[in-house]
């Protein structure tokens, strides 16, 4: 029997292609809020990193990083309790490195990365880069389970 720890990953054992036309339409309907709540986060964040940066000129602050540090982590909590972008398909979180499906166009032909190599998909031709500012793709797909999520993407 193989160990699976509670960090392993397990992909989720239905995928786009295991659902009908009307329950993907449900998933777009769900993860809508979902992705409205998630672009709100990321623009509130961005614009309070923007006003301590001017605060901390102003006010000519100089022990900033505990400031920086406090900011952060209630970034992570937020984001971890309350806007994790949750596919509602297979209820993983969508914003996270490729796994099985490319999220930008869906498709299940992506070539693996390795040292100093991005994720490519073979379909759309789409780099998918994680570099250390975050991730330069949209999330349109569920990257678990391949199902369409939102034709702006997060
Ligand atoms: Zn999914
Ligand atoms: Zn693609």
């Known amino acids: 029997m193989k160990f699976s720890g509670p960090f392993e990953y397990v992909p989720p054992t239905k995928t786009a292609s295991d659902y009908n036309e009307s329950e993907k339409a449900e998933f777009v309907k769900i993860f809508r809020p979902r992705a409205r709540d998630y672009r709100c986060l ?39 309790t309350l806007f994790k ?17 490319c999220p930008e166009c869906g498709s299940g032909k992506i070539s693996p990365g390795g040292f100093m190599r991005s994720i490519e998909c073979l379909s759309c031709g789409e780099v998918l880069r994680q570099g250390k500012g975050g991730r330069r793709y949209n999330v349109r797909y569920c990257t678990h389970c391949g199902v369409f999520l939102d034709s702006k993407g997060i």
């Not at 972008?85 to 499906?101: G, I, S």
């Open 85 to 101: 972008p949750l596919c509602p398909a297979c209820n993983k979180n969508t914003d996270t490195r490729v796994r099985t499906f």
């Open 42 to 80: 990321k623009a509130l964040f961005f614009g309070l990193c923007i006003a301590f940066f001017i605060a901390t000129i102003i006010f000519k602050i100089d022990d900033v990083f505990e400031l920086w540090f406090t900011l952060m982590a209630i970034y992570v909590v937020l984001y971890y």
